[in-house]
């Protein structure tokens, strides 16, 4: 496609820190005959053969989440992001109802990939004809005290879609002409989406950037470098890459370098590694590693896994690293940050370890009285390994053995938790290791 004299809008975390977290990946240019899945009838007949049917409407997470939401809504909600009609208890908030909503379609999705793409394509279908996208601005600026769970939302819902649309495109069944339209709405809302401002209105503390010179623990939130940002990462680079498209692209690869940029000389993944008691955040980054790591080795060559970051570490160290820490849990103390938590009852309300201080978790640990493995009430060595299928084959090959045969490709494809699409499908289903 002619390529669009657009640049992307500024994302204030890249700005401030881009002379410092520059990588290789900056500069590349896009090929017009590039694509993710070069034989896509045998693509899809893995799906057919591995995936179509193996779970039922009335197991996982539509069973899981069928009491708290009504997934017949959740495209209208998805497609809208400002409304709740899919959230039965109307307590939920915007970010979470999005994920949740996910989860659900990610699930009809694999259990008949050709009829249940329409909940995604009516997603994409609200937004051509509604304008959402190059509109996104204004209506944020509507939503009133909820700006900030709007623009999460948002992002976190435009990124999974652009990623999903990016592989499997081909049976969302638009005409050439309305493929051309959607491609240049993904542009327009690439150019013109500010995320941030809801942040900076709702205090210094949600305002604050990450440190990416010397990666820490957030002082304040972490979405200028958590999840949020990774899953743009994944969205963009994909969807660029798919689409001949060097703006959606170059977005991508902003958010990748700030990503990369939260790995510290320690192999942490500052941004995530404290949250909720550890590590039941931190293993979000493999999937992102992974399919980046499948996108970029395919359309240039790079090894991303291996590639050294500005603080000396690889992505695949990080996620070989996270292993290490699963069984030293003592390794979390420097990054957990818990009084500055501003539930002061936050331990009574969790269910994991009874309630117990993280602190007083690793002590026990510590001097024998509880296993490492105590800690994995916030870890799961299967979903370890089965939601990142390249990484594990080339860094825990030991693990990748054991679970290997036990793996079914719906494993842990909650709505591909942050990046879109499963990468074990990906994987197994073109056998690009």
């Known amino acids: 496609m002619a390529q669009t004299s657009l640049r992307p809008a500024r994302i204030l975390q890249y700005e401030r820190y881009k002379t410092v977290i520059r990588t290789p ?20 007949r893995y799906h057919d053969t591995h995936v ?15 009491d708290k939401i009504d997934v017949s809504q959740c495209s209208s ?29 990610a699930q009809l999705f694999r259990i008949d990939p050709a009829v249940n793409v329409s909940h995604y394509r009516q997603i994409i279908d609200h937004w051509l004809e509604s304008d959402v996208l190059p509109r996104a601005n ?25 990623a999903h649309f990016a592989l499997y495109h081909p049976l969302y069944d638009y005409s050439d002409n309305e493929m051309a339209d959607v491609i240049k709405m993904f542009e327009k809302f690439t150019a013109t989406y500010n995320y941030y401002r809801p942040f900076q209105e709702k205090g210094p503390y949600f305002a604050e950037l990450c440190n990416l010179s010397r990666p820490t623990v957030p002082k304040g939130t ?25 703006l959606v692209f170059d977005k ?21 590694i404290w949250r909720h008691d550890a590590l039941s955040y931190a293993d979000q980054i493999g999937p992102a590693i992974d399919q980046l790591d499948y996108a970029l080795e395919k359309a240039f060559g790079i090894d991303f896994a291996n590639m050294q970051t500005v ?15 699963a069984n030293n849990p003592a390794l979390l103390k420097p990054y957990m940050n818990y009084k500055r938590r501003y539930d002061p009852n936050y331990y009574s309300n969790v269910p994991d370890y009874d309630g117990a201080n993280m602190f007083s978790v690793i002590s026990r640990i510590e001097s024998s009285e509880l296993e490492p493995t105590y800690i994995w009430q916030a870890f799961n060595e299967r979903r370890y390994i089965l939601t990142v299928p390249g990484l594990a084959r080339e860094f825990q090959p030991e693990l990748w053995r054991k679970w290997k045969p036990r793996m079914d490709a719906t494993d842990f494809d909650f709505g591909q938790r942050i990046t879109g699409f499963s990468p074990l499908i990906l994987r197994e289903a073109t056998a690009r290791y």
């Not at 603080?311 to 820490?325: D, I, K, M, R, S």
Request: proline share 1%.
């Open 52 to 66: 179509r049917g193996r779970e039922g409407y009335d197991e996982n997470m539509l069973a899981y989440y069928g």
């Open 77 to 105: 909600d998805l497609g809208r992001t400002d409304t709740k009609a899919s959230s039965k208890d109307r307590v939920q908030n915007f970010p979470s109802l999005v994920n949740r909503c996910h989860n659900m379609l």
């Open 138 to 162: 204004s209506i944020q600026a509507r939503q009133g005290r909820e700006r900030a769970d709007y623009a999460y939302a948002l992002s976190s819902n435009v990124a999974k879609i652009m």
């Open 222 to 246: 972490n979405d200028h470098c958590g999840s949020f940002n990774t899953r743009m990462a994944v969205g963009a680079t994909l969807f660029g890459l798919e689409f001949d498209s060097q």
């Open 252 to 272: 991508g690869i902003q958010h990748t370098e700030i990503m990369l940029a939260t790995f510290d000389q320690y192999k942490m993944y500052t941004s995530q």
């Open 25 to 44: 990946l900056r500069g590349l240019q896009v090929d017009a005959g590039f694509t993710l899945v070069d034989d896509w009838a045998n693509f899809m």
């Open 311 to 325: 603080h000396g570490v690889t992505p695949g160290e990080v996620y070989q690293h996270l292993w290490t820490v």
